[in-house]
């Protein structure tokens, strides 16, 4: 168990730019998470996998932003044309079919910084 | 509208003396209830968690307290340790919801030696 890992850790982009990020979950886990967190404020949901199904999106998870998980293994979450509302830290979870949420594990995050 | 909310965003204690981290909730549908803690640059990890079919449950240190009535959930940490200090981060979750959770906005603990 090598715990979730993320993709960059840090990320430094031009306003206008795509940036996309990937997360490698558990290897058991079929449930992967992705959520974002902003300055003084607690992660917010984004977007919820099953699998290799996109299940849920929250109403957060504008145009802009697409995320896959092909092959129900890592997940990539692009950000078309960022804006500087963008920047803030990208979480990746995941957890196993029996654990659900009591199982839930945080990757360290991807710190995006658009400028 | 913030469904979890923490109100105070710092609390410093003196080491070996109590913590007290406080959450009030609005969403009824919340069944499972967490907390997690957050060191700078590290993703949150989990602490201890509640089932609203509970009104306590204990592990070690830390002890979670839920009246549902109130919605109202309290973290305690006996004793407190300067290890401890984080950013700690209340959670909930409703069985209807793919089992995302919500979060609060975090309470900074600090723990003086």
């Known amino acids: 168990d090598t715990g979730v890992s993320q993709n960059p850790r840090h990320k430094i982009t031009k306003r206008g730019q795509n940036v996309t990020f990937r997360c490698d979950p558990i290897?058991?886990?079929?449930?992967l998470y992705w959520y974002r967190q902003t300055l003084g404020q607690g992660p917010e949901f984004l977007t919820y996998f099953q699998n290799e199904a996109q299940l849920e999106k929250s109403r957060l998870l504008s145009d802009r932003f697409s995320a896959e998980r092909p092959k129900g293994s890592f997940s990539t979450l692009e950000i078309q044309r960022t804006e500087q509302g963008d920047s803030a830290m990208y979480l990746c979870?995941?957890?196993?079919?029996?654990?659900?949420?009591?199982?839930?594990?945080f990757g360290s995050g991807t710190r995006l910084t658009v400028v | 509208d913030q469904q979890v909310k923490q109100n105070s965003p710092s609390l410093s204690v003196q080491e070996g003396r109590i913590s007290i981290l406080n959450c009030d909730y609005t969403n009824s549908m919340f069944d499972y209830f967490l907390w997690y803690k957050k060191y700078p640059a590290e993703g949150p990890t989990f602490l201890i968690s509640?089932?609203?079919?509970?009104d306590k449950n204990e592990d070690g240190r830390f002890t979670v307290f839920l009246n549902k009535s109130a919605k109202h959930l309290s973290l305690h940490i006996v004793p407190s340790q300067p290890g401890d200090s984080a950013v700690y981060f209340c959670a909930a979750s409703d069985p209807g919801s793919a089992r995302q959770l919500t979060f609060g906005s975090g309470t900074q603990l600090t723990v003086l030696p």
């Open positions: 290897s058991e886990h079929n449930r």
């Open positions: 979870a995941s957890s196993g079919p029996v654990q659900g949420v009591y199982g839930y594990t």
């Open positions: 509640i089932s609203s079919i509970k």
